[in-house]
């Protein structure tokens, strides 16, 4: 099992432009989750899915939007990046939707 | 406003004592707690978690206490190893959701 996994390990925006960050995980999870990691913020929930076809907003969701068309893909768009949208993102999964399995991340800079 | 908080960002053991770190919420729909280890350059990973009925839990060195009516629990590690020197993030979500909140994370550093 390769677990959760994320691309793009790094990536470099400049304002305005849009992107997609991938997270795929081959677990069979129902529940998949993103979250932002910034400086003595912690983690912060963006959006989550409990299950195919089936998304709800996190703490932090302007800016971002997401879809579940498979239970093992949740692709996290930025529409048009801004610099707050600096940050380390994180994706998740879960069976029981508690027990988080996370990838190893992607470091954004919006220039 | 941070529902979970972690109000120590760094705390300092030596090694084969006990580590403690605390974590304070704040939403009474919170049922279930966790608690996350993270390493530089790597994604959190799971480490202990309890149910609100429950007031302990114990997993090896790892013991998480829980005390409803403050709003605390607590991660005790004994003894505290090196190895162990990571950060340190506390977990809250309602029963069966996916809307969890963390705190902003302790950093541990265990001396040799």
């Known amino acids: 099992n390769a677990g959760v996994t994320q691309t793009p390990k790094f990536q470099v925006l400049k304002t305005g432009q849009s992107m997609t960050l991938q997270c795929a995980q081959d677990m069979n999870h129902e529940y998949m989750s993103w979250y932002r990691q910034d400086p003595g913020m912690g983690l912060r929930l963006i959006h989550y899915s409990v299950g195919a076809g089936i998304t709800d907003q996190g703490e932090v969701p302007n800016g971002y939007n997401v879809s579940r068309s498979t239970t093992e893909d949740f692709p996290l768009r930025l529409l048009s990046a801004a610099p707050s949208q600096t940050s380390v993102y994180f994706c998740?999964?879960?069976?029981?939707?508690?027990?988080?399995?996370f990838g190893p991340g992607t470091r954004l800079t919006v220039l | 406003d941070q529902q979970v908080k972690q109000n120590s960002p760094s705390l300092s053991v030596q090694e084969g004592r006990i580590s403690i770190l605390n974590c304070d919420y704040t939403?009474?729909?919170?049922?279930?707690f966790l608690w996350y280890k993270k390493y530089p350059a790597e994604g959190p990973t799971f480490l202990i978690s309890i149910s609100s009925i429950k007031d302990k839990n114990e997993d090896g060195r790892f013991t998480v206490f829980l005390n409803k009516s403050a709003k605390h629990l607590s991660l005790h590690i004994v003894p505290s190893q090196p190895g162990d020197s990571a950060v340190y993030f506390c977990a809250a979500s309602p029963a069966n959701n996916n809307d969890m909140r963390f705190g902003a994370g302790t950093r541990l550093t265990v001396k040799p």
């Open positions: 998740a999964s879960s069976a029981e939707g508690n027990e988080q399995f």
């Open positions: 939403n009474s729909m919170f049922d279930y």
